[in-house]
C-alpha cells in the first residue's frame, strides 16, 4: 500500500508541518459554509428549488437506495479515472454544469472557474447567463476544456450570434438547455423578491452581443431606463417556447461542434433527439429548480441510456455530491457527470482554490471508490456493481 504522494496524503502532511488546509472536504460542510458567507437571498437563489423544493431532495435521497459491494482481492494496480466525451479529454468523467451569474457567489465569477477547471483537467460548461462574457472566460484559461450551453433564444440571429462566438472562442461542444423555457415556482426567490437578473447580472453574453445591442439600439448600460429596457428585452427572448427535433436539425446545420441536449428525462424523448442528431443527451431535471416533485433524475438515467443504445453518450446531472454518487450513475449507464451546486459554494468561499479543491476532493473519492471494488477504471462498471439497498422501516408508533 502507497500511502505516499496522493491527496489525501497532502493533506495530512501539511498538517503536520503547521499548515493545515482550511477548507471543508464534505458537500454539507461546503454547502453550510457558503450559507454563511453569501448574502441570504444570494444563498437561496443558489440552494432553492422549486415549490416545496420536493424534486431537490429526492435528487439526493434517490442515491441511498444503492449500494457497493467492497472487494478485497485484488492486483494492486492504480485506478485511472480519465475519461473523453466528445473528442474532449478530461481528467475524470465529471464536468462543472453551467450554473449562470457566478458573480452572486464570487466577485470574479466564470473565470476562477475556468482558472480551476483547467488546473483539474475538467470541463466546463459555461453558461448563457454567465456574469463574464463567453470570450472573457477562454482568454481567463486558454489551456481550459470548455463547452457553452445554448438557452435557445426567441430570436434565430441571435442564437446563430451566440453558436459563431462560441465556435470563435475555442469551445469544444454546445449544451442545448430544453427544460427552462418557463421560470419554476420558487418560493424561496419569490419571498426575498430575487431574482438577480432583473438588476442586469448574469447577462454579459447578451449585453455584449451585436445582435442583441441592435435590437435594443442603445447601450445597456447607458442609463438605468436603458438597463431596464435590456432586462425587459432579455426576458421576452430568454429561451423559445416552442422547442422540437427540428431545432437540432437546424443547429447541426450552423455549426460542426458536437450538440449536446440537456434536461432529457423521458425515454422517448431522448431517442427522438438523437435520431435528430443530438450527439449527447444530459438526464437531468435542473436540480429540482424546475418542476417541484418531479422523478428523480437518477431514476430517468437507465431508461434513457436503454433508448440511446450506445449510439451517443448519455450524460448525468442532478444530486451528485461525493464520488459514490459519481459511480453510482456511471453504473448505471452514465458516460460521465455535471457538478452543479457544489462549486458555487465552493466559489463562494474560497475562489478559484476553492474549487479546484472540491474537484480534487470529488476525484479522489472516485478512485477509492473504484479501487475498492476492484475497478481499475469507470469504463468497466456496469449495474451488476450496484444493489438495491433496503428500504428502512419506520419506527413504530405507540398508540
Known amino acids: 500500500m502507497n500511502l505516499v504522494g496522493g491527496f489525501q496524503e497532502s493533506v495530512y502532511w ?7 488546509v482550511r477548507l471543508p472536504f464534505g458537500a454539507r460542510e461546503w454547502e453550510e459554509t457558503a450559507r454563511s458567507v453569501m448574502p441570504a437571498e444570494a444563498f437561496g437563489y443558489v ?14 435521497a434517490v442515491f441511498a437506495q444503492w449500494s457497493v459491494t467492497p472487494r478485497v482481492l485484488r492486483d494492486g494496480s492504480a485506478s485511472d479515472i480519465g475519461a473523453s466525451v466528445l ?5 475524470a468523467p465529471v464536468l462543472l454544469a453551467p450554473l449562470g451569474v ?12 475556468a482558472r480551476a477547471a483547467a488546473d483539474e483537467g475538467v470541463v466546463q460548461i459555461l453558461s448563457t447567463v454567465s456574469s463574464v462574457t463567453l470570450e472573457e472566460v477562454a482568454v481567463a484559461a486558454p489551456a481550459g ?3 457553452f450551453q445554448l438557452y435557445w433564444p426567441e430570436h434565430e440571429d ?7 462566438r462560441a465556435e470563435q472562442a475555442g469551445y469544444g461542444a454546445l449544451v442545448v438547455t ?7 415556482w420558487r418560493p424561496r426567490d419569490l419571498a426575498a423578491g430575487y431574482f438577480p437578473f432583473f438588476a442586469g447580472k448574469g447577462l454579459a453574453n447578451y449585453f455584449s452581443d451585436p445582435v442583441f445591442c441592435a435590437l435594443l439600439g442603445e447601450n445597456p448600460h447607458a442609463s438605468p431606463e436603458a438597463l431596464r429596457k435590456a432586462v425587459i428585452t432579455w426576458g421576452s427572448l430568454f429561451n423559445t417556447a416552442t422547442f422540437t427535433p427540428g431545432h437540432i436539425t437546424r443547429l447541426k446545420a450552423w455549426t460542426a461542434l458536437p450538440v449536446v441536449v440537456k434536461g432529457v428525462c423521458d425515454p422517448r424523448e431522448a431517442s427522438r433527439l438523437i435520431d435528430a442528431g443530438a450527439d449527447a443527451v444530459i438526464v437531468s431535471n435542473h436540480g429540482g429548480r424546475q418542476l417541484d416533485n418531479a422523478r428523480p433524475a437518477l431514476d430517468c438515467l437507465p431508461p434513457v441510456v436503454r433508448a440511446a443504445r450506445g449510439h451517443v453518450p448519455v450524460l448525468f446531472d442532478s444530486g451528485i455530491r461525493t464520488g459514490s454518487d459519481v459511480y453510482t450513475a456511471l453504473a448505471l449507464g452514465a458516460d460521465a457527470v455535471l457538478l ?18 472540491t474537484l480534487r476532493c470529488l476525484k479522489t473519492d472516485l478512485t477509492n471508490c473504484l479501487q475498492l471494488t476492484g475497478h481499475h477504471t469507470h469504463t468497466t462498471l456496469t449495474p451488476d456493481d450496484l444493489h438495491r439497498a433496503p428500504t428502512p422501516h419506520a419506527p413504530p408508533q405507540n398508540r
Open 14 to 20: 501539511q498538517a503536520l508541518e503547521g499548515e493545515p
Open 47 to 60: 440552494a432553492g428549488g422549486a415549490g416545496t423544493e420536493r424534486a431537490v431532495a429526492a435528487n439526493r
Open 87 to 91: 473528442g474532449t479529454a478530461m481528467s
Open 102 to 113: 457566478a458573480e452572486i457567489a464570487h466577485r470574479e465569477g466564470e473565470r476562477a472557474v
Open 145 to 147: 476544456r470548455r463547452w
Open 158 to 164: 441571435l442564437a446563430r450570434s451566440f453558436v459563431a
Open 178 to 184: 430544453a427544460d427552462t423555457y418557463l421560470l419554476g
Open 340 to 357: 452543479g451546486r457544489p462549486w458555487m459554494y465552493a466559489l463562494a468561499v474560497a475562489g478559484q482554490s476553492g474549487v479546484r479543491h
